[in-house]
């Protein structure tokens, strides 16, 4: 998740503009900044990896000439933050810059084909095919329009861009397919931006842009078509009453509900990982002696669903290990035939670091997964992949666990393949059921949304919850545990349904509360004993299940209903967004701020 910016004006210097908007921009990314104008029939490009003001201390950005310009504050996806992966990016001979927001799934093959034609490229991202594919379409003698129309109907993936060329100094194109494009309209300038805040203290005056369409900008207006047949569409202006703190969270109370309503677009965004890293760790893990998955907190428990997967899937065992603990439980049994996956959403968790070093100390092969291009996990993992979550900015883990769970997954099928273990129908299936999960979750969202308020309302007073599940659900549990606790300051246990009645079961006396996670699938008989047997000591049963399950609906005091009819393997994905909500909608009904939990840190750097 990356910032652009692009500022068309009659008469100002745009380059303080550019930066001041990039500066508002800065919470979708804060790797590399920077900004190109064009003056005087030449681009002019400052950039580099860092953050805005760190970059313009060093280069002034300010001070670049000219009255057209775009910018760009990036979340590294392809290619470490450093200067030549920055944006913008340009062509050949200098002419075109663009900068980009998203991810251009077929640019290894675009990059082959264009280096095979003579085009020299610069760095290692996705994005700079864009301006050697508008190159070659202006060498056959397009226009700027046109010649970007034709690149981005070479580009499968997504994006939104800013095009600027010295050849046309008098527009800015842009366009978006996926990634969020408004274009914001002022009194002597427009601008096109990545979201609202980038240009809210100028103007209030927006339109967004939808996918698939590509726009104009001219310092007096804009002109807004569709990619596919080039019709023009008309659409005016609405009115942003926001405050600028509103249009950060895009219109969200919080940056937690913000994140877990973003989650079908971070699912999305994990189904578009570049194959060759998901099969070079497939083959590292089908090829281990042993295999352990390492990591803390919200990351633990989608190592704990990890291992149902890789078990189920391609009857792999691998070890689920508390980053903490690694070196005391696990330390002798570690050698060059392990292999470590460390998770970690920012790639700096201490204690995961720790355990990996310890690892690769003992020569054990090291991967990892995280969602921070350029962190110490990147650097120091054999294999690494990037979950494409952008910034987490809430403390509480959301859309970065759900996209953890989609690539463990992807994974887990993948290692499921090469051993030939399970039949090509039920891998089909899986397939085609983590296409449709981005759309699963967005169902379940809204199913879900009112029915939690009411039940934190009825809930919120509660001293304390007890969470079980069985089989996979017991990672559901595990987290929906974690998140009530962290953000409602409630005392919570969690268990595995079948470990309950070998102590935990003394606490149930009338009216406590016991959340049940329910999926369809071979565990749900014995979790139907297990409500009853909570049911039976005066328990409240609240329940995440399958949609139409009445069966357990009715032993329920409350429940949650999860629709899609998920294979058992990727039930935690949907299963954990109610539990989500809930444990939002308790501490907002708390008078509790659930982006900040007290004593928390987002990333635990110490150990
Ligand atoms: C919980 C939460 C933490 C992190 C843990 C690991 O909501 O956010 O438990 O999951 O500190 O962090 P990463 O994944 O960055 O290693």
New binding site residues.
Partial sequence: MCGIFGCISKDVKVAPVIRAALKRLEYRGYDSVGVATLHEGGIHIKKDQGKIDEVHRLYNLDDLPGNVGIGHTRWATHGAPYQANAHPHIDCLGEIAVVHNGIIENFSELKAELESSGHKFRSKTDTEVIPHLIEDNLKKGLGLVEATLEALKRLRGSYAIAVISSREPDKIVCARMESPLVLGLGENAVYCASDIPAFLPLTNRAVVIENGELVILRADGYEIRSIEDWKQIIREPEIIEWTAEMAEKQGYPHFMLKEIHEQPRCLTNTLRLQDQYLDLMATFLDRAGEVFLV?????YHACLAASYMFSELAYLATHPVIASEFIEQEGMAVNINSTILAV???GE?AD?LSAVDYARNRAATILGLTNVVGSTLTRISRVYIIQQSGPEIG???TKTFTSQLSVLAQLALRVAKIRGKVGHKQIEEIEEKIRRIPEIVEETIRENEDRAKKIARKYKDKPVFFFLGRGISTATAMEGR??LM?ITYIPSIAYPAGESKHGPISLIEPGFPVVFVCPMDETRKMIIGNIMEMKARGAMILSVIEKGDEEIKKLSDDYFEVPGNLPKVLTPIAFVVPLQLMAYYIAVEKGLNPDKPRNLAK??TVK
Avoid: F, W
């Fill in positions: 990591a803390a907190g919200t990351s970690s959403q920012s968790t995961t403390v509480a883990a974690l998140k962290e990333s635990v």
